[in-house]
């Protein structure tokens, strides 16, 4: 079957109904939640507060493992992380099992992006703009998840992130609200299925709450100060959808915020999400985060940091064995009322008879259906067909690309050439790489029998010596064209991977460069887990692709896109930077009472004496094979009254000789409100693939809520006034546009 037919099948897999909005909850699971918090104990109440990584108890026999089941017999651990596979998971719960109430165990695991069969990153998925796609990778990877034993995942990171330097933004999906919470509702149906307790689905975590990526000069872990509308308009957005689309359960996060950490933040967890949100999963801390108050100078010790984070709303202890050593006895000096405890437990009960553990505890724990899922090839099928949409193409001078695949002479250098790890990219769950396809493989299976394939390292990501250039311009002396792979190694983004430099890392520009000076053509594949700086890349290569860190079959996906087999359609989630003194730079840019408007020399206004303002690629960048044309803007009506909406239409048509997909984009501005808001807002999407010489109508339709923002009192509000409406090909990039009018 051709891989564009088997994607459609895999698509067809998907339930035809997801979790809807948070919904009310089954009145028959309440009542047997009350029954058994009736029969338990204060000690076995905070039991189910508490989660302890269990590594230990899949290992030889130690004192960790003895007394890590001597909790679990007596009540005193509601949850286990990192315990996977069916055998282990089931050995683990039948320990449960022999508890007084028999309550059983969820099982927990970071998920991010794929269990034995790795997907592209997250932040790659986003580049794809494919609302579906996403879904479908957060589906499989959830079905391997699940038939391994796990319940719950620690994903969607829904986390918006503006500054590149921040390692964690692989896991997330950018740096606009709009489409993070898009992504964020698709990832959590995607995980959750059609409901929970299904065993192809497993319970997703909408994390961290909240404002992390926000931390001060993108430093992993650090404080963050903003104000109360830039919070509710830029960072809370795709959590309130992540929440409408029913997600389990949320992780708070390590930074403070305004001087409050996460973990003990009473207005984040009580105040908006358990009050004004109506939240009815529970919360569980990052790991370790209640003892890290301590630290933070926020809780004298971890009794004060116990008391703090019950109080705020934090319901489960993940890792610092908090609420097991003191919340028993915060309880008995009166200083937490029982009444607190309860409400955590009861939360946390509830989502274990949601999954039907109480029923069977074992059901997720099945050998057989493990070894047929682990064995479905359809998943790698499905991971390719991601990879290649979640692939940007940056440059493409005089149609470089595609590659012919007709005998010819290729040589492939970089030191990410034969590169299988690195390719997984940060928080994998599947640690073997002897089924990864490298670039050279994904290259060699390509081309024709008569083509040639040369080769060359270069030297490391972080270092090459004169002797291993040399060697590499030798080889490239000997080639028709050059494909050069570059980039970040996989352990140069993600948790705790914060860069000062986002530059490309080592001597691999130099590298570049003395292979460029052969004159030969040069496509580069760039490979990252964020936006990075290569100047001398953009401005000399012939074409660059983007193609981020995209998992298991991530060189036949790129080889795909380098000969022709599939028409790049990515585009970008993030602002690519042109140096580190525009960081942290996004598209949702306000004026200025002294706009920089890009004349020469012009002093007196926001900008760089020694920089332009622009990013080197903007945001919603992608190129095509194909040329789309846009045309026929029409609205029908230009002034709408507060309950009505508007109609709008243009042409999308394809004029070039590709088959290929275009990602067309609406952006709005208030021209004039109560607060200062931004030059444009992208307010809506959509992806549609067009034939050579095909025409499409794409329709957007305009309401109150598509006009409205949060004022200084976080109200959501639409003011009347003006309004433009662009619809372009990137936020830099607008190909038509016209003015609206709201009235009372």
């Known amino acids: 079957m051709k891989l564009r037919q088997f994607s459609m099948a895999l698509l067809l897999l998907l339930p035809l109904h997801y979790a809807k909005a948070q919904q009310q909850q089954d009145p028959a699971i309440i009542r047997k939640v009350n029954v058994l918090l009736s029969k338990m104990t204060i000690e076995e109440k905070v039991g189910q507060l508490n989660q302890y990584s269990g590594k230990a108890m899949t290992g030889p026999a130690t004192a960790k493992r003895s007394s890590l089941e001597t909790e679990i017999k007596s ?89 590149p330097r921040w390692g964690r933004m692989m896991e997330g999906a950018g740096e606009d609200p709009y489409l993070g919470s898009r992504i964020a509702e698709a990832r959590v149906k995607g995980f959750q299925g059609e409901h929970l307790g299904s065993t192809d689905a497993v319970m997703a975590t909408a994390k961290h ?29 795709p959590f309130k959808a992540a929440l409408n689309a029913g997600v389990a359960t949320f992780m708070n996060s390590f930074n403070t915020l305004n001087g409050i950490p996460a973990t003990g933040n009473s207005y984040l967890q009580r105040d908006i999400l358990k009050g004004k949100w109506g939240f009815k999963g529970f919360v569980v801390s990052d790991w370790n985060s209640i003892a890290e108050m301590v630290i933070w100078g926020y809780a004298k010790d971890l009794k004060d940091a116990s008391l703090k984070a019950i109080s705020a709303g934090n319901d489960m202890d993940m890792e610092a064995s908090a609420y097991r050593k003191n919340l028993v006895e915060l309880v008995k ?28 505890p074992y059901k997720f724990s099945d050998e057989t259906r493990e070894q047929r899922v682990m064995n479905d090839t359809s998943t790698r099928g499905a991971a390719r067909m991601v990879a290649r949409k979640s692939i940007v193409l940056l440059k493409n001078d005089a149609e470089t690309l595609p590659l012919a695949k007709q005998a010819k002479t290729i040589a492939l250098i970089g030191p990410l050439g034969k590169s299988k790890r690195d390719l997984l990219g940060a928080w994998i769950v599947n640690q073997d790489t002897t089924a990864i396809v490298s670039l050279y493989d994904g290259i060699n299976s390509a081309v024709s029998k008569n083509a040639k394939l040369l080769y060359a390292q270069g030297g490391s990501v972080m270092h090459s010596s004169e002797q291993e250039i040399a060697e590499a311009v030798a080889v490239a002396r000997q080639s028709d064209v050059i494909i050069m792979a570059l980039g970040e190694k996989f352990d140069m983004s993600g948790e705790s991977k914060s860069r000062a430099n986002i530059e490309l890392p080592g001597d691999q520009e130099k590298l570049f460069e003395e292979v460029s000076a052969t004159g030969k053509p040069v496509v580069v594949v760039l490979m990252s887990g964020r936006p990075l700086i290569f100047n001398t890349i953009a401005d000399k290569a012939q074409a660059i692709l983007s193609t981020w860190w995209l998992g298991s079959e991530a060189g036949n996906a790129i080889a795909d896109v380098i000969f022709g087999a599939y028409n790049p359609g990515g585009k970008l989630p993030m602002s690519f930077p042109r140096s580190m003194g525009q960081i942290p730079i996004f598209y ?72 290929g997909e275009e990602v067309a984009q609406l952006y709005l501005r208030d021209d004039v409100a109560s607060i200062v808001r931004p030059l444009k807002e992208l307010k809506g999407f959509e992806k549609v693939k067009l034939k050579p010489g095909e025409s499409r109508i794409i329709h957007f339709t305009i309401d109150k809520d598509k006009l409205s923002f949060f004022d200084n009192k976080q109200h959501w509000i639409a003011e009347p006034g003006t309004f433009h409406v662009m619809i372009g090909a990137s936020s830099d990039d607008i190909k038509l546009q016209n003015t609206i009018t709201l009235t009372q």
């Open 333 to 360: 000096e009166g200083k937490v009322p029982v009444t607190i405890i309860d409400e955590a437990v009861k939360r946390i009960l509830y989502k274990k008879y949601e999954l039907g553990l109480f029923d069977d």
């Open 209 to 237: 709450f909240a404002a992390y990526g926000a931390a001060t000069a993108g430093r992993d872990y650090n404080a963050v100060e903003m104000s109360d509308h830039e919070l509710w308009q830029t960072y809370l957005p």
């Open 75 to 163: 009540g005193w651990v509601g949850s286990m992380l990192n315990v996977k596979g069916a055998k282990n998971t089931h050995d683990v719960q039948a320990i449960a099992m022999q508890s007084r109430l028999k309550i059983p165990l969820l099982f927990s695991l970071d998920v991010i992006h794929g269990y034995q069969t790795t997907f592209p990153i997250p932040l790659a998925e986003a580049a794809s703009w494919d609302l579906d796609a996403i879904k479908l990778s957060a589906h499989l990877a959830a079905r391997e998840a699940a038939a391994s034993g796990i319940h719950w995942t620690f994903a969607p990171m829904v986390d918006i992130a503006r500054d």
């Open 588 to 659: 949702a840019q306000t004026n200025t009472g002294r706009p920089y408007n890009n004349e020469p020399d012009k002093l007196y206004t926001s900008t760089y004496i020694d920089e332009s303002n622009a990013p080197k690629y903007a945001f919603g960048y992608g190129l095509s094979y194909t040329q789309f044309n846009y045309s026929d803007l029409k609205l029908d009506r230009e002034t709408i009254k507060m309950g009505d909406s508007i109609r709008l239409s243009f042409k999308l048509t394809n004029t070039g000789k590709y088959t």
